[in-house]
């Protein structure tokens, strides 16, 4: 959510708020507005504009005029905080605002409003109503999980439903655009209408600005600074016990206060099951009313609604990987969307055009994930591509590792990769067992391929294979193949290493 004066715009959702009520914009209006309020006060240059409204498309430059000018007239008295810089381009101005402490309470609850249901939450039922119990006790409720797999989304709909226990406030912040902690500071006493006694913020201002009012501050993709969110909470939560935080992110805070609740991603249908099972998987659903909201009615055919369940499989029920596929269903089809999922990250594009830019694509989404790693474990990341199957921390090391990469390095890198949502991990008794999605691991291909490091690793995990072929003196082989790894496991690498 992004606030232009009294407007609050949902880039998400296409709406243009007025103190919480929608108001009417016409669509190509609606485009320039998110441009220039996603660009945060940055210069918008011409083509910039024509390139992001207009795509693969020649129009008139005063095309950009008209529309501007009807969304002026909308936008009344904040018709000015969209800016034409003659000959440049466009530019969005931020007017501050000043609340007096008595009113900072009655602002905040109005001045920063949840944006409305459009429709309701698939899936997710008993994980809004177990987060909404979650904040009755807990200071600061983490939501952990991947990229696209809607953590923001569930965050806005489970603060809306105990909305009630803060009468106070609920504060939304969105972290997607800002880079240092001073921003981050800034956004929450905007966010939370506070003022402030100077110009530049600190904690303990805030702190004693917040007093003891009870309120709940959600604090939207905070993975990129997450260093700073967690100082700053850290502090907020000590000198206000009322205080209630809900926070969006790829990985934890890693702070006293916080109790994570890792969001799964939608139901699946597992393979063999009967279409009545599959059309009742929460993913399938989200498929269903994505695709036929862009085309006619789809889903009614037995093959069809067969191949949706497989496309919703292979995606692991990541709702925005899901919403991309069945865009794509407009020009390929059905059965053209499941032929070409070994290309997904080719296909799975097109999303909202309003969207952040890295909810647009799915390799957009995992680009963010993979940028905020350190070199190392970036080279670990890619390296994993290699495993088709599930691993263990050894046989990554036998593979991985060499006189640049040490197991330690391996033992931080595959920590972090954990944290961030980018390999998930499971425990066999005593044994943790690592595995990549399927889409993360397509993302993971591309840049060992990118790195010129493909071949090496291949020849590296074929030579550790055969090594496990060959038995020991005196050993037999089925029985050092059962000690080592599962068989099928092995087998299924060897044929990838050899492929």
């Known amino acids: 959510m992004i606030e232009i004066g009294n407007f609050q715009i949902d880039l998400e959702m296409r709406t243009l708020l007025q ?15 998110a441009v220039v309020a996603a660009a945060a006060g940055r210069l918008v240059t011409k083509d910039e504009m024509m390139n992001a409204v207009w795509p693969d498309t020649i129009v008139e430059e005063n095309n950009v ?14 018709r000015d905080l969209i800016l034409t810089v003659p000959g440049r381009g466009y530019q969005l101005l931020q007017r501050q605002k000043r609340v007096t402490s008595r009113e900072t309470a009655s602002q905040a609850a109005g001045g920063r409003r949840l944006p409305p249901s459009k429709s309701r939450l698939l899936g997710r039922d008993c994980a809004v109503k177990l987060i909404s119990s ?29 909305s009630a226990d803060f009468a106070e406030a609920v504060c939304l912040v969105e ?22 006694p100077g110009p530049q913020a600190d904690v303990a201002q805030v702190v004693a600005a917040l007093g003891r009012h009870r ?29 209630r935080v809900l926070v969006t992110s790829r990985e934890p805070l890693r702070i006293m206060p916080e109790t994570i609740f890792r ?44 191949l949706v369940g497989e496309i919703c499989r292979r995606l692991g029920g990541i709702p925005l990987a899901i919403e991309l596929a069945a865009a794509r269903v407009v020009a390929l089809g059905v059965e053209g969307v499941h032929r ?18 890295r909810h647009q694509t799915l390799r957009a989404t995992f680009d963010w994930s993979f940028a905020i790693l350190d070199a190392k474990t970036q080279s670990l990341f890619r390296r994993l591509a290699i495993f088709g199957s599930s691993f263990t921390f050894e046989v990554m090391c036998a593979v991985m590792c060499d006189d640049e990469f040490s197991v330690a390095s391996a033992i931080s890198g595959i920590t972090e990769l954990v944290a961030k949502s980018l390999v998930n991990v499971e425990f066999e008794g005593p044994v943790a067992k690592y595995r990549l999605s399927e889409s993360t691991r397509a993302y993971a291909f591309e840049k060992l391929q990118a790195e010129g490091e493909l071949q090496t690793m291949t020849s590296r ?34 044929r990838i290493a050899i492929s």
Do not use: W
């Not at 005029?65 to 904040?78: C, E, F, N, Y």
């Not at 997607?176 to 939370?192: F, K, M, N």
């Not at 967690?230 to 000590?238: G, N, R």
């Not at 006619?296 to 069809?304: L, M, T």
């Open 19 to 33: 103190n919480g009520e929608e108001v009417h914009v016409g669509s190509r209006a609606f485009d320039i507005l």
């Open 340 to 357: 070409r999922l070994d290309d997904r990250m080719a296909i799975l594009a097109g999303g909202y055009r309003t969207a952040l830019p």
């Open 215 to 243: 309120m709940l501050l959600v604090l939207d993709n905070a993975e990129h600074v997450i260093a700073a969110v967690a100082h700053i909470l850290d502090a907020l939560v000590v000198g206000n016990d009322m205080l």
């Open 461 to 494: 995990n074929a030579r550790y294979l055969s090594s496990l072929f060959q038995p020991q003196a005196g050993g037999d082989l089925n029985e050092e193949l059962g000690n080592r790894l599962d068989v099928k496991q092995t087998l299924d690498d060897a």
């Open 175 to 196: 972290l997607a655009t800002l880079t240092t902690p001073e921003d981050v500071l800034g956004a929450i006493v905007e966010g939370c209408g506070l003022t402030l």
């Open 65 to 78: 005029q008209v529309h501007l000018s009807a969304l002026r007239k909308i936008l009344g008295p904040d």
């Open 134 to 162: 979650m904040l009755t006790h807990t200071h600061v409720l983490t939501l952990v999980g991947a990229g696209g797999i809607g953590k923001t989304t569930l965050a806005i709909e489970a603060a809306r439903h105990c």
């Open 263 to 306: 969001v799964d991603p939608l139901g699946v249908p597992p393979a063999g099951c009967t279409n009545e099972e599959i059309l009742k998987c929460s993913a399938v659903n989200l498929f269903l009313l994505r695709a036929n909201s862009l085309q006619g009615e789809i889903g009614v055919d037995s093959a069809e609604i067969r």
